[in-house]
């Protein structure tokens, strides 16, 4: 934000109050929240404190509003009003490496861009209605559901971007056994950083970094189910 000079009103117009909603910034804390507990969550973000003017109630629609803020951020730069150095281009040994996409995004631009926009109606309605829970589970399963799809076009795929140095050039692969191969991950540290060995630990990692969205969406549905079931609003 700061590279962007972006700076929401809850960075420049805070007040001393609001100083406890930053404790999201400690990590211990953070940790804390993602197990689940109330009362843990409500210490890095108390009931009352606000984010970008928006007041969050309950631990619930203070996550709702983090992913909501997250999304957001998301789409434009998906649609390109914003961009982020180091994605495009970036420095390596023996020059400058651009990146290309592979045609599966532009496939695809448009179902991400209607998925995410999804994502964020759902977080807006639980920011709406934090009570609502059984609504809030019946929404996010198809949302889900559709990141599961999404998510097994590209492992169809395999072929993600295609790196270029000079007149040298490498394909970024996933979703193949050499990537989601656990020997892969040790070999990581010690792999050379050349083109071709640059492209395998791109693909390595983001096999697994899709591999593990996948299973939190799977998880997701199920807990959606559940609340369905045992929720009484």
């Known amino acids: ?15 001393v109050r609001d100083l406890s909603a930053f404790g999201l910034a400690d990590p211990a804390k953070w940790g804390a929240s993602m197990a689940g507990n109330d009362k843990s969550k409500a210490e890095w973000l108390p009931k009352g ?31 390109g009003a914003i961009r982020f150095t180091g994605i495009g281009d970036f420095a390596l040994r023996g020059g400058d490496v651009s990146v290309t996409a592979a045609p599966i995004w532009s496939l695809l631009f448009g179902l991400i861009l209607a998925w995410a926009v999804a994502g964020m109606a759902v977080d807006g309605v639980t920011l709406w209605r934090p009570e609502a829970r059984r609504l809030q589970a019946l929404l996010k399963i198809p949302v889900a559901a559709a990141g599961l799809w999404i998510g097994w076009r590209l492992f169809q795929a ?76």
């Not at 629609?61 to 983090?66: D, G, I, Q, R, V």
């Not at 790196?163 to 990581?188: C, W």
């Open 49 to 79: 404190a606000k984010v970008w003017g928006v007041r969050a109630q309950t631990p619930r629609a203070a996550e709702a509003l983090w992913s909501f803020i997250a999304s957001a951020v998301f789409i434009l730069w998906w649609i």
């Open 158 to 233: 395999g072929h993600w971007a295609t790196l270029t140095q000079g007149d040298q050039t490498a394909r970024v692969m996933g979703a193949s056994p050499i990537h989601m191969d656990f020997d892969a991950i040790h070999a990581i540290p010690e792999a050379q950083r050349g083109l071709a060995e640059t492209a395998l630990t791109l693909g390595t990692v983001l096999s697994w970094v899709l591999a593990i969205i996948m299973l939190c969406l799977a998880v997701d549905i199920l807990k959606a189910l559940w609340r369905i079931a045992t929720a009484r609003d």
């Open 1 to 15: 934000m700061e590279h962007y000079d972006i700076k929401p009103t809850w960075l420049t117009k805070w007040r």
